[in-house]
């Protein structure tokens, strides 16, 4: 134990001063290097890189090195969070001290078995409490090997159940130091597509996932961390829950979102029916809106024209004119904002044409009598002409997707009554988005296309601001010339000119100091490294849609559990998913071990699914806790039992939770100092109300399920999979069949 600790000591010596050389490094890299664009690019690299290396250094404190491991030659490697070399000064050989986990060279410490040991002898597991070494565990991998340390674990796994026992404090904890073989395999599988993970609840798909992002992030760092990680959860609690562990590891370089906050500039909030959501998200809504977009580009009926006043006589904007413009406009493929201008051009053309034919045509038969400077000067009238403006405004609207998408659902189009009536929504405040919008939302933003040109026209006169003044620096003013971009000559002129100019102004550009993730936060059309989803069962076609355009590489991890999806527009399938975007290149893998929940409560969790689905194989549980669920009838108050129960079960340490139906939930709260009813509930409380979807994702030492008969089956099975430890359930109604058949075959305990 003292020569681990003297190691670990000197571990932490070196990372004390690698944090001090980060500090100043990090400091001296605001300034940069001369003041040329490269010399600020390679400032912002450096930046990034030192500030990530400073992140990941304080990230480690308390648990810097968990493993150490003995080869057969006699060698032995330190295992821990982040890589570590000897001082060059003290050893100019930089020999590693600590092996980053992610490492080729750290993966027997999770693979190696007494079977297949790797070339190992010994696996040694360390414990540590701040910076003091408390416990060894070591696994002899070498039979043969008769050494002996006196801190030999014969089953092997005492320090993966003393994590799993470990009371929950509301926030997941990285697992890295008993990352198991079959989830070691998925965290480092090296396939660069889509990669499914798919497992029963408890078997770690969640911190796979997860790890899975810190490894591509330390095997790909170079791309990943330019265009970032993005992991999509089912919900904002959730996402609380999650959002400890990457940065545990070091990683800031992942940006962690809901889909309700994947359109940039929208917080949808607001709730949808489930029947509104589903027909939100079926992969019809595509075309539907499609087709809706083209509803916004009219033309006059056949008969009754637009008529126009115009100095030079009034315009005739009749069915011909109009379609013929539009025709070409749509003939362009452009989105519906950015074939606009085309339309409008033809129009202002054809109106153009229609005064000239009017004023100039000779009476006599001769040809037309404007030349080419009237025709021009007619049509700049007629371009200028508020009025012409109005008429094109009218056929073929500016129009943004959040204008659009609302006037959509204020008067759904091509849906049957009932679902119309499902999604109709008056236009209000913004307030109303819900997150089955969004992907309507972003699917009306790729039809509209993206309208920047306010954003850019001011971006354009900003720098022109800087060239001008630039070019007042430099003396490169051309006299009383000013820059005109109509005739050719005075542009390459102009172009010529301002080279040096708009060096120059580069050189009073704002760096844009905002990490990759920040800046993906914000974009829209950012495509990510990676993308990851959680709880993937859930999403609809049209949230795929939206997904799959943030990740044009489909460089993609996508974690679910089919027999927990609840949302009526979950895509059942991971063929219906995945087919229409990479075919059947994707590749699909399992986790069969439950982490989470104790034997006894699974086998009642199973029950339930089952008596829907015979023949269901549920995850095989890695422990159990001796003691049965119990389940308790009610005749009286259901709230006040329920009060009554979670007083009695409050744990002095790790959490409960009760999941309830949701009508229950303003009672519940009013019985229970200090409990939230809410949509955006806070897991880090001793107790804590959910209803059974908030649930999802979540566990908890000791769950409390109230009227199981009101859940959907796999809300059901979802609420009954929470607990680490023990389940109890009250109930009014009778229960569902699978429960009652399990407590008749003895899987529950039924106390007075
Ligand atoms: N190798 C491991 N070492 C320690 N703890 C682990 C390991 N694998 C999983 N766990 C723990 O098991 C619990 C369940 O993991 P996780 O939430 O990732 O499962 P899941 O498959 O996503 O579950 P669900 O489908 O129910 O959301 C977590 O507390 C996690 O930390």
Redesign the pocket.
Known sequence: MRSEQEYVDHLYARVDALRRWAESAVAQAQVPDGNTKQGRVERDVRLAERTRSLTALNSVDGSLCFGRIDLADGTAHHIGRIGLREDEEDDPERTPILIDWRAPAARPFYLATGHTPMGLRRRRHLTTQGRTVTELHDEILDLGDTARTGHEDPSGDTV?LA??NAARTGR??D?VR???AE?DRIIRAPHRGVLVVE?G????????ALHRAAFLLYEHRELLARRAVLVVGPNPAFLAYIGEVLPSLGETGVLLATLGELFPGVEARGTDSAHAAEVKGRAEMAEILRLAVRDRQQVPEPGEPMIIPNDDGDLVLDWHLADEAREAARATSLPHNLARPHFAFRVVDALTAQLVERIGTDPYGGPNLLGPDDIAQLGKTIAANPDVHAAIAQLWPDISPQEFVADYLSEPTRLSEEDASAVRRPRTSPADWTPADTPLLDEAAELLGEDDSARQAAAEAERQERVAYAQGVLEVARGSESFEFEDTESEVLAAHDIIDAERMAERHEEADHRTAAERAAADRTWAFGHVIVDEAQELSPMAWRLLMRRCPSRSMTLVG?PA?TSEESGVGSWEDILDPYVGDRWEHTRLDVN??TPTEVMELAAAVVAAERPGFAPPSSVRSEGALPWIRQVSGDLAAAAAEAAAAETPQEGRLAIIAPRRLHDDLAALLPGVVAGADPDLTRHLVLLAPRQAK?L?FDRVLVVEPAEFATSDLYVAL?RATRTLGILHRSPLPVGLSDAVAAGSAERPD
């Open positions: 993966l994590s799993l997941m904890s697992i008993t990352i198991q989830q497992g609840p408890g078997t770690g798909k969640t911190a796979v559990d927990q982490y989470r994702g566990e999979t």
